[in-house]
């Protein structure tokens, strides 16, 4: 049996997008979010304007982040989840994915693009 220790801290996210977006592509994400909340957890990157239903929490630290990511989901209200730069072990990502499978909830990993200026994420969501 394989110790915890033996899994990686690279899982793969469900979806991966860089920010700001390739101008050669549109830069809005349209989500319907039926009044349910879009959330942002991120240190550097932040909405380009206020928005309807969207709030953006400041990252917590690493051993922190899979358990805020857990009560976010299973709170029932979000509907949109983006993380900038989401690293979790195995375990701690395939429980997050089922958790948003269960709850309907669209997981989004952020990944900011150090060659463009601003970091800032477009909507309408």
């Given at each position: 049996?394989a110790?915890?220790h033996a899994f990686?801290?690279?899982s793969?996210p469900?979806?991966t997008?860089?920010?700001p977006?390739?101008?050669k592509?549109?830069?809005?994400i349209?989500v319907?979010?039926d ?15 206020k928005?309807?239903?969207?709030i ?5 630290k ?16 979000c509907s ?6 989401l690293t979790?072990?195995?375990?701690s990502?395939e ?8 709850y309907?909830v669209?997981?989004v990993n ?16």
């Amino acid at each position: 049996m394989a110790s915890l220790h033996a899994f990686t801290n690279s899982s793969t996210p469900l979806v991966t997008m860089q920010v700001p977006a390739d101008h050669k592509h549109s830069n809005n994400i349209n989500v319907n979010h039926d009044h349910k909340w879009t959330f942002l957890v991120a240190n550097k990157i932040r909405f380009a304007e206020k928005q309807t239903y969207c709030i953006r929490l400041t990252k917590p630290k690493q051993q922190s982040l899979s358990l805020w990511l857990e009560k976010i989901v299973t709170g029932g209200q979000c509907s949109n989840l983006f993380v900038e730069q989401l690293t979790l072990d195995e375990i701690s990502f395939e429980r997050l994915k089922q958790l948003c499978i269960d709850y309907k909830v669209a997981l989004v990993n952020l990944m900011p693009n150090s060659l463009q200026k601003d970091n800032v994420v477009k909507g309408p969501w």
